[in-house]
């Protein structure tokens, strides 16, 4: 969810920092900026700048999955510079309670690494679907933008529906982004791993706000009454065919 932390600071540029801290490594040990309000995205550039080895500006535009527990510890140690980093700038130059809506925000990513760092059982299991995630990372980017999309959307109606209403809706959405990222990885990977990156997509799309959620998906957005997110998975498995099709006919 680092994407939507990047929206609450309207920085330019500042998603691709941040899927930056997933792909090379750093030493965490080295200084911080100084925050100056209204820069993040160049103090998140500073913030890698000076590290050791030397980071230049270039692979902010690459991400790679990793492929070794090696690579894994360089994204966790990068990650959590990155997290240290952002922190910092809201400590100076955001308010507390902007602070606690971003922080709710970026609990699910916070989450998905303290697995994907500290448990190594799970580090194993993401290896093992690892070339699940290079068959569907594009699929996966239009799943979290359709998600994002619907969130920023529902934001709008505070004023048109009530809370509980608004809260069902943003937990269907999230039941929606679930299975449209399951659905792409059925059509292209083992049953296994379509499974696992549906937990995946759980873990990230998750924040504070969601955690009661469950019972929701359970009992509306799963049942035959959920006419919210009814026509969103299937506009997502039309565009996974046509996907398909197009990579079938270029093959």
């Not at 030397?54 to 527990?69: D, M």
């Not at 696992?196 to 997509?201: E, K, Q, T």
Request: glycine share 2%; charged share 20%; proline share 3%.
């Amino acid at each position: 969810m680092l994407d939507l932390l990047c929206l609450c600071l309207t920085t330019q540029n500042c998603t691709r920092r941040a899927a930056f801290f997933l792909s090379e490594p750093c030493n965490t040990s080295e200084a911080f900026p100084e925050p100056v309000c209204g820069q993040i995205s160049q103090m998140l550039d500073r913030c890698f700048h000076n590290t050791t080895p030397n980071i230049g500006l270039e692979p902010l535009y690459a991400v790679q999955i990793p492929e070794t527990v090696e690579q894994i510890h360089r994204r966790c140690l990068l990650f959590n510079r990155g997290m240290e980093c952002v922190q910092r700038y809201l400590d100076v130059c955001v308010d507390s309670k902007q602070r606690l809506i971003i922080g709710n925000e970026v609990y699910g990513a916070k989450r998905l690494y303290e697995f994907l760092c500290r448990d190594g059982s799970f580090q194993q299991e993401f290896l093992w679907h690892k070339d699940c995630f290079q068959l569907v990372h594009q699929d996966l980017d239009v799943c979290s933008k359709r998600f994002v999309s619907i969130l920023k959307d529902e934001m709008t109606k505070t004023t048109e529906q009530t809370f509980n209403q608004q809260y069902m809706h943003f937990c269907c959405a999230r039941y929606a982004y679930e299975n449209c990222v399951y659905t792409s990885a059925r059509y292209k990977c083992k049953p296994d791993s379509a499974v696992f990156l549906r937990r995946i997509a759980k873990l990230l799309s998750t924040d504070k706000h969601f955690l009661n959620c469950d019972k929701i998906e359970t009992e509306v957005c799963s049942s035959a009454s959920r006419t919210f997110v009814a026509a969103v998975e299937w506009w997502w498995s039309i565009v996974v065919l046509l996907l398909l099709l197009v990579v079938t006919a270029q093959a």
